[in-house]
């Protein structure tokens, strides 16, 4: 979803057809690009194993050792970077929404921080600065959302839909 957010946001308005044939093209491309990297993944430790018991070659077994000894690490690794990008993301898109409904406090506190930041490394690292610090304080912000959501909707929204629906919410 953010990924299609950020693909709207970013084509020039034209007329209803162009943008959902570009969003198609994003979606089918990132479809491809995520199944077939989790496929590459999960495969991964599998390669390794064979190169392991059939490589002709020390250098081949040495590889595929590596493989299967590195690919936890990796997972653990994709783990936490994959959960700070989603952070990142998810705090970005809510704080850009606020500022677009004319909330401005948090948007403007983060530009802030992130000129004082840019401006206070060299020019030719004032962009990385900058950037890093809009993400880093967006990422911030959508932990603080999350944790303040995490007990409204399993407190507050699952229970009224319970009451509702007769039925418990799935996953509790």
């Known amino acids: 979803a953010e990924i299609m957010t950020i693909a709207l946001a970013a084509i020039p308005p034209s007329n209803i057809w162009m943008e959902a044939a570009t969003l198609a093209t994003v979606a089918l491309g990132i479809t491809v690009a995520v199944y077939g990297s989790v496929a590459l993944l999960v495969k991964m430790d599998d390669l390794g194993l064979r190169m392991v018991e059939r490589g002709r070659l ?4 040495a590889l595929g050792n590596g493989l299967v000894k590195g690919m936890p690490w990796f997972m653990k690794a994709l783990t936490i970077v994959g959960t700070a990008a989603m952070l990142w993301v998810g705090g970005n898109i809510v704080v850009h929404g606020l500022h677009n409904l004319g909330w401005d406090p948090i948007y403007d506190f983060i530009h802030h921080w992130s000129e ?6 060299g020019e030719g690292l004032a962009g990385a600065a900058g950037w890093a610090t809009t993400a880093t ?23 009224a839909i319970a009451a509702v629906t007769g039925k418990a919410a799935k996953g509790h």
Do not use: E, K, Q, S
């Open 58 to 61: 020390g250098v081949t077994r």
């Open 116 to 121: 004082i930041v840019a401006h206070g490394v």
């Open 137 to 159: 304080l967006d990422g911030i912000f959508g932990l603080a959302w999350g944790i303040v959501l995490i007990p409204v909707a399993t407190r507050v929204i699952g229970p």
